[in-house]
């Protein structure tokens, strides 16, 4: 494995300023330890879903559904940085009063939390000939261990950077980026290991799980997303051909339990979308929810939302971990809203299903069979199906276990697959078919949902579907966007909107992130090309 050492293309380090990030000596950066405390620290926002339960559910509770009407921009950072239409899809980390943030083209900043104001900035050289990195020019941000922050890039390499400085401490190649592989992930730092995944599943590529040495970049294991021909699930593949190009990429953020040692990642469609017949079987492990040993990369269960997947229906989704009481005694599970309509609680330990009922109202699938498979009513011959983009996407949901309410953005879409046998080219999409949408019928909903029972408790509907991610606090409120470009405030027991701020740009694949800061909580958004910070005025706190 090829590891270099650069340095950062541009690192400007600020000369005053009384945060980390300064002419004093910084804040050590997290430990492991540190990391397994997640929101001990209110003044921290340490990993992607803020802690490794993948709630992205803050104990904060200064603001209120009482005053959070008189929220006020605090300042707004002017990233300049647009790729095709898409922004921000970056969740900030923040530690030691610094906000460490990754946007499009792999641009990253350090950013002082009380003014917005840039510490240093770091831009790569990215070649010409990108593939998949060209379409999806995002990433969705750090990772953070000590001294060090970690980036996936679109040319599909991992970096380690001096949070300090913005140094590229070193550099390691995932994949060949010229056959369609990419890097769009938030890292997850578990056990002194950097676990990564890969994009690309709309090429002829074959997705995988990755763990990293955090201080060498040396490769630890790999789990690939679809098994050999010997191996647990290689039977659900023809023995030739569609193996090697079976796509299952696994380009969201995954959750961690650290005491059964389990990573909970989902995976991607299988390669070609929309066309399956030369690939007929159940596939796996795409459209997935898989648990992995974190030390060894070794499978534990797996659990696939919709076997042979042929509308790009992947399982790019944040898993949400929870203790709860099911059925009268304590039940630890994981839970998934997927993007064939169906809200999921499995047992985390062992992968199996508790509760399976549609969230959306898809007219695919209702119910699922005693297997924990959708019985399909739609093919789609009978009417609409949800999208490509389905019933909802990558952007991360939140849970409130107090009130035991799941948050997610709702997509309800009418749309038409047209299979048609594809080409294969190295460094080529290669999808298997158009898609026909009626815009007329799409519509979007923030959804609370009883984990207990699949239930809708209440929800808001938005005139056009919404890929804003939520993020929820002690203090009963959920922060969420629309496609309109609102920010917005709900109280989390009835869905009440109390409160909304017009960003300018649509809020797509995002969520907030809040913490204390001089004694005052702050909670931020990126949206578009900016990133806004929030707090009550002075006299309403």
């Known amino acids: 494995m090829r590891v270099t050492r650069l340095a950062a293309l ?26 397994l405390d997640g929101f001990t620290d209110p003044t921290r926002w340490p990993t992607f879903s803020g802690d490794y339960s993948g709630r992205r559910h803050s104990p904060l509770t200064q603001i209120t559904p009482q005053n959070v009407n008189r929220l006020t921009p605090q300042w707004t950072f002017q990233s300049g940085t647009m790729a095709r239409g898409r922004g921000f899809e970056t969740t900030p980390l923040v530690w030691d009063g610094v906000l460490y943030v990754t946007g499009p083209n792999n641009y990253a900043w350090a950013l002082d939390a009380r003014t917005g104001r840039r510490f240093w900035e770091y831009r790569r050289e990215l070649p010409d000939d990108l593939t998949y990195g060209a379409s999806a020019p995002v990433n969705r941000g750090f990772g953070l261990l000590g001294n060090h922050l970690f980036m996936v890039t679109l040319d599909a390499h991992l970096l380690a950077f001096d949070r300090t400085t913005g140094t590229v401490l070193w550099d390691v190649e995932l994949a060949d980026y010229r056959i369609g592989y990419s890097a769009t992930m938030a890292p997850l730092v578990v056990n002194g290991k950097v676990i990564i995944g890969i994009s690309g599943g709309e090429y002829a590529t074959k997705g995988f799980i990755d763990a990293y040495d955090p201080e060498t970049g040396e490769r630890d294991w790999r789990f690939y997303t679809i098994p050999g021909p010997d191996e647990p699930g290689g039977d659900t593949w023809p023995f030739t051909g569609a193996r090697e190009r079976g796509g299952g990429g696994t380009w969201a953020t995954g959750s961690y339990d650290p005491e059964l040692n389990l990573l909970y990642w989902g995976t991607g469609n299988p390669n070609p979308d929309y066309y399956g017949d030369d690939r007929l079987g159940d596939n796996l492990y795409t459209a997935s929810l898989v648990a992995l040993d974190a030390d060894t990369g070794i499978i534990q269960w797996h659990y696939q939302f919709t076997p042979h997947d042929v509308n790009d229906w992947d399982s790019n989704h944040v898993p949400v971990q929870a203790d709860i009481t099911w ?39 209702r119910e699922l069979d005693d297997n924990g498979r959708p019985i399909v009513l739609n093919d789609g011959s009978k009417g609409c199906l949800p999208d490509y983009w389905g019933g909802t996407n990558f ?55 009883d984990v207990t029972t699949g239930e809708r408790r209440w929800e808001f509907r938005y005139p056009t579907p919404s890929m804003a991610g939520t993020m929820s606090t002690a203090s009963g409120l959920v922060f969420t966007g629309d496609n309109e470009g609102n920010f917005m405030a709900f109280d989390a027991e009835s869905g009440e909107n ?36 929030f707090a009550l005025s002075d006299d309403t706190r």
């Open 327 to 365: 059925e009268g005694r304590p039940r630890k599970v994981v839970m998934v809203a997927n993007r064939n309509g169906f809200f999921y609680v499995l047992d985390r330990a062992t992968g199996e299903l508790l509760l399976g009922k549609p969230f959306t109202d898809t007219t695919w699938a």
């Open 498 to 533: 109390l409160w909304h701020y017009p960003t300018g740009w649509s809020i797509w694949g995002t969520a907030a992130i809040t913490h204390m800061l001089d004694g005052k909580q702050h909670v931020l958004i990126p949206s578009g090309t900016n990133l806004t910070s």
């Open 395 to 449: 952007m991360p949901p939140s849970f409130d276990p107090a009130r035991g309410l799941f948050f997610v953005s709702a997509r309800e879409t009418c749309a038409t697959f047209i299979p048609q046998e594809p080409d294969f080219e190295p460094g080529r999409p290669s999808s298997g078919g158009t898609v026909w949408v009626d815009r007329d019928k799409a519509y979007g909903a923030l959804r609370a949902i």
């Open 10 to 35: 541009t690192a400007l380090m600020a000369v005053s300023g009384p945060v980390g990030v300064s002419a004093q000596e910084p804040v050590a950066g997290p430990t492991q330890a540190q990391l």
